[in-house]
């Protein structure tokens, strides 16, 4: 797993990713719901998914987004790919 400091700077720079689907402008942590808080559908979480594998150069497994619900299992996922880059 990912170290506190880098956890919560990779924290940091996908909620700055996540602000223009935020529009009912709640604070994005790792608890934030993409569906419930965020209202934002499976097609904008793909396309967020997209534009993060483009900024970080990794290929995430769809298989892995099934059981992500939250920012802080999105984040977890991220890491998880970055380290096996």
């Known amino acids: 797993m ?7 700077e990779l924290m940091g720079e996908l909620a700055g ?10 604070k994005i942590t790792r608890a934030t719901d993409f569906n419930a808080d965020l209202n934002v559908d499976s ?16 290929s995430i497994p769809i298989n892995l987004l099934s059981e992500v619900t ?4 999105f ?3 991220v ?6 880059n």
């Open 2 to 8: 990912v170290g506190t400091a880098a956890h919560d």
């Open 17 to 26: 990713m996540l602000d223009k689907l935020n529009k009912s402008g709640v």
């Open 43 to 58: 097609v904008a979480v793909m396309d967020f998914v997209l534009e993060v594998e483009d900024t970080y150069d990794i």
């Open 70 to 73: 939250t920012v802080g299992d």
């Open 75 to 77: 984040a977890d996922v």
């Open 79 to 84: 890491a998880r790919a970055r380290a096996d």
